[in-house]
């Protein structure tokens, strides 16, 4: 069973730092992995999606890698606001069950002014 | 607004009542998905639809659950019966895909529900 973990499960941060966010996952047959970002009692807005056969996305100040063979990925966010206050959710989408999504438990992230 | 809709946003009730749920997804969209999340932790699925067809359900999705999408447009979940561990944020997704094509998945702003 595909496991996706988030370390660490919450950071801190002042305005203006590089930051990564890692996740990892058991199970390496992947098709695509996706990285969300939840606002306290909202839903989920997607970031960047990375296809199996891709290494990464960008979008903005965001970047995603995937290393699938490892079983890692990263979200790197640039010059970081107190905006980006969130939590940070990555998900994987397993061959096999592949109509559904299986998330990590996020990490919370505080950027502070 | 063209992306996912869910209603309520919040529902209280009482342990043994039964809730309904809506979820109009993005109107070109033909797959749709719902989730659960409990505090602190990412989201689990529950089950999925095809156009009308419901064909992946999660050993989540208790009998006293039921989901429907029967114009495979907007759909609805239904909990029978609740019970305080019902207690979560029930989330709505949709995607559009042919085959074996998984395409990102677009999420809604939720449904709170509360059992006291």
């Known amino acids: 069973k595909q496991e996706v973990t988030q370390i660490p499960a919450a950071l801190s941060v002042p305005e203006g730092e590089n930051l990564v966010l890692n996740c990892s996952f058991t199970d390496s047959a992947i098709y695509n992995l996706q990285w969300f970002r939840q606002d306290p009692g909202k839903g989920l807005t997607s970031l960047l999606l990375?296809?199996?056969?891709?290494r990464e996305q960008t979008s903005g100040r965001l970047n995603a890698s995937l290393d699938k063979s490892s079983g890692r990925s990263t979200l790197y966010i640039a010059a970081s606001q107190p905006g980006d206050s969130a939590t940070y959710l990555c998900?994987?989408?397993?061959?096999?069950?592949?109509?559904?999504?299986?998330f990590g438990s996020g990490t919370q992230l505080t950027v502070l002014p | 607004d063209t992306g996912v809709s869910q209603n309520p946003r919040h529902k209280i009730t009482k342990r043994g009542q039964n809730v309904t749920f809506r979820c109009d997804p993005i109107?070109?969209?033909?797959?749709l998905y719902w989730y659960r999340q409990t505090l602190g932790q990412g989201p689990e699925f529950l089950t999925y639809f095809q156009n009308e067809a419901q064909l992946e359900k999660s050993r989540l999705l208790s009998d006293r659950f039921s989901a429907e999408r029967p114009k495979g447009s907007f759909s609805t979940l239904e909990i029978q019966r609740t019970e305080q561990g019902d207690s979560a944020m029930y989330l709505c997704?949709?995607?559009?895909?042919?085959?074996?094509?998984?395409?990102?998945?677009?999420f809604g702003p939720g449904t709170r529900l509360t059992v006291l």
């Open positions: 990375i296809q199996s056969s891709q």
């Open positions: 997704a949709s995607s559009l895909g042919t085959g074996s094509s998984y395409n990102e998945q677009f």
């Open positions: 109107s070109e969209h033909n797959r």
């Open positions: 998900a994987v989408r397993v061959r096999g069950s592949a109509r559904q999504l299986t």
